[in-house]
């Protein structure tokens, strides 16, 4: 994927955030099982439920951190 020119936007919002992922190595393990069995999904379900449980305990945590901060301080 080609780096955005400074203070370009991403083609879509999360591009810039998406290798910064704490599941990036679950998304790409899910792809590269994709890549291999394209026929059969099936085969893929278990790498599609650890990236799904990691990204719900990132935001999970996002939201958590969030709690803490606030808008006027």
Same mark, same amino acid.
């Given at each position: 994927?080609?780096?955005?020119?400074?203070?370009?936007?991403?083609?879509?919002?999360?591009?810039?955030?998406?290798?910064?992922?704490?599941?990036?190595?679950? *998304?790409?393990?899910?792809? /590269?099982?994709?890549? %291999?069995?394209?026929?059969?999904?099936? $085969?893929?379900?278990?790498? #599609?439920?650890? *990236?799904?449980?990691?990204? /719900?305990?990132?935001? %999970?945590?996002?939201?958590?951190?969030? $709690?803490?901060?606030?808008? #006027?301080?």
């Amino acid at each position: 994927m080609a780096s955005t020119p400074r203070g370009a936007k991403p083609p879509y919002p999360s591009a810039a955030r998406l290798a910064d992922s704490q599941c990036y190595s679950q *998304y790409t393990a899910s792809l /590269k099982c994709l890549e %291999e069995f394209s026929s059969d999904k099936s $085969k893929c379900q278990e790498h #599609f439920d650890v *990236y799904k449980e990691c990204k /719900k305990k990132e935001r %999970e945590a996002r939201l958590e951190r969030n $709690k803490t901060r606030s808008l #006027f301080s």
